[in-house]
């Protein structure tokens, strides 16, 4: 009976190796005995054993000595370190132990077996066997080639299949290259609905363009350029961050301001609808929706800013490993990076020349610099083809028709640069209008800015009011640049503006007070044309700093903090 047969082997064979394998003429210890290996494993000698045909039916009696039915996902992990640890630190693993370790790490025990706390050990290309955290895998093709670049990270062996390397804790060489950091979002539902409502509006001529200028103002920004480049850089698509991203290196709308962006500007950027400038007094925009704007465009606006590149992916579809839905945005340091971003130089020479933007080294190795501003790149959605650039360039051209009035109520933004590129690369200057407001007619000599810097300072209305003057009267002369090839003449307009008395300013606090939080300071001007000192009436719109459609009936623009509709236009 197998009792009595146990106690009689403990009694005169111990725990020793006493069960013989004819197969291989030795004697193994019964620990070392298991019933059946996992099908896709044919053996795992000397470590585990499978009795011979004719002893099966002993297995019984071996069972009760220690013997193993089946092998788990952590016997196969200890395999593995068993393997190494009969290795020195530069011991390469042989073609027969090489074998066994891929068998195992492919074997579905261990591809379905929980996590365990010891990690997974993978053979390297140079047949080393360490863990897998330690790994990178050759995700991209043509990153095979920057054998420099990579050769201090431990590449995976090519047998390792990328999905089993990813899944044991490898990363991609991809990430391990061009490190980034993403940035997540709040509330991805609300997130989405804005995107479909955003992607099926009809927005009214130059309302995104008019966003752009408004964000750059509340920033500080005293200069703006629009760049529509038409070029498609079919020749360079390779090297980029994704395959997906490929379908963006095409025709796009370029929006550059002299304003760097801060981390919390990033941050408020992934959450659509959700003005980060509600209930701060003096800032033009704060309805919620103005960087939205830009997704009735793209799925996949980027920035630089300072020594940042950012990526959006609002669907979290288009940068594979780097984002989500959860994170849809990507910050990658393109100054300290230079080695990542020259792997995938297709991707970061469309921002080189372009308002100045240098993200790779020239040819005369110049360093790489931050940029000093914000570089906004919004590829235009495939599906919308040449249809939305010659869109795009009649509401360019409605807005370099008015360029003269754009400027003539803002806080900061003094200068505006509207440029065209062909699909061939032909590049032309539409306008270049640059405003000054240094004739003071009465009042202080400030009296353009104070208003602006004050609201900058505090949030205080009453501290607003005391630091305004009451009344000021300057003179803004609108004049376009030599480069530009619009002809238009100099203009001057004479703008006079008042700040509201105790009751205004009560009535203000009230609302900035209430559940809506409405950042409105009671300021209120006007301008008018003047031609050699004479007043010209013009035809009078409607100003919350810019344009919104609405004519005033009167001889004179009105601009003040109005309430707008969501898309800026009443």
Not at 57 to 69: D, M, N, Q, V, Y
Not at 403 to 410: G, I, S
Request: with cysteine.
């Amino acid at each position: 009976q197998p009792g009595e047969c146990k106690t009689a082997l403990q009694t005169h064979m111990g725990a020793g190796n006493w069960v013989w394998l004819p197969s291989l003429q030795k004697f193994v210890s019964p620990h070392s005995i298991v019933e059946r290996l996992p099908a896709d494993i044919p053996s795992l000698a000397p470590l585990w054993y499978t009795l011979d045909g004719e002893r099966q039916h002993h297995f019984p009696l071996f069972l009760a000595f220690g013997a193993r039915e089946s092998l788990d996902g952590g016997d196969l992990y200890a395999v593995l370190d068993t393997i190494r640890a009969g290795l020195s630190a530069s011991d390469r693993l042989s073609e027969s132990q090489l074998q066994l370790v891929l068998a195992i790490i492919n074997s579905s025990v261990m591809t379905s077996a929980e996590s365990t706390a010891s990690s997974v050990l993978l053979p390297t290309a140079q047949c080393l066997l360490v863990e897998a955290e330690t790994c990178t895998f050759c995700d991209r093709p043509f990153l095979d080639v920057e054998r420099e670049l990579y050769s201090r990270f431990n590449t995976l062996h090519s047998s390792v299949p990328h999905t089993l390397a990813e899944r044991y804790g490898a990363a991609p060489l991809s990430l391990k290259l061009l490190p980034s950091r993403s940035l997540s979002c709040e509330d991805v539902g609300k997130s989405e609905i804005i995107l479909h409502h955003l992607k099926d509006t009809t927005w009214s001529d130059a309302s995104l363009f008019n966003e752009m200028i408004q964000n750059a103002d509340d920033a500080g920004a005293t200069i703006v350029k629009f760049r529509l480049d038409g070029c498609t850089h079919e020749v360079g698509s390779e090297k980029v961050l994704s395959e997906e991203m490929q379908q963006w290196q095409g025709p796009a709308l370029w929006v550059h301001n002299n304003a760097l962006v801060s981390e919390d500007d990033i941050q408020s950027m992934t959450k659509l609808g959700q003005s980060s400038k509600r209930g701060r007094l003096g800032l033009i925009g704060h309805r919620g929706i103005g960087f939205s704007s830009i997704f009735h465009l793209t799925d996949m606006p980027s920035f630089v800013s300072g020594s940042n590149v950012v990526f959006i992916d609002p669907h979290g579809g288009n940068l594979a490993r780097r984002s989500s839905r959860q994170t849809p945005a990507v910050v990658i340091d393109f100054v300290k990076q230079q080695d990542g971003v020259h792997a995938f130089a297709d991707q970061f020479n469309l921002y080189n020349n372009v308002f100045g933007c240098q993200l790779t080294h020239t040819p005369e190795c110049t360093p790489v610099e931050q940029y000093s501003g914000t570089l906004f790149r919004l590829p235009l959605r495939n599906i919308l083809g040449k249809a939305s650039l010659n869109t795009l360039q009649k509401s360019l051209q409605k807005l370099v028709n008015r360029a003269d009035q754009l400027l003539l109520f803002m806080n900061h933004v003094r200068e505006l640069v509207v440029e065209v590129v062909s699909d061939t690369g032909e590049q032309c200057t539409l306008c270049h209008v640059c405003v000054t407001t240094d004739q003071l007619v009465y009042g202080d000599p400030r009296a353009d800015r104070l208003l602006s810097d004050t609201v900058m300072r505090t949030t205080r209305l009453e501290d607003i009011s005391a630091s305004t003057p009451p009344n000021t009267v300057y003179i803004a002369d609108v004049r376009e640049a030599s480069d530009s090839n619009n002809s238009r003449p100099p203009k001057q307009w004479i703008v006079a503006g008042t700040f509201g008395g105790a009751e205004s300013v009560e009535c203000a606090r009230r609302l900035k007070e209430s559940e809506y939080a409405l950042a409105l300071v009671p300021w209120v001007s006007v301008a008018v044309p003047i031609n050699d000192g004479m007043v010209v009436p013009t035809c009078g719109e409607v100003f919350s700093f810019l344009p919104l459609s609405m004519e005033t009936y009167l001889p004179v623009h009105v601009n003040g903090f109005f309430l707008q509709s969501t898309d800026g236009t009443g």
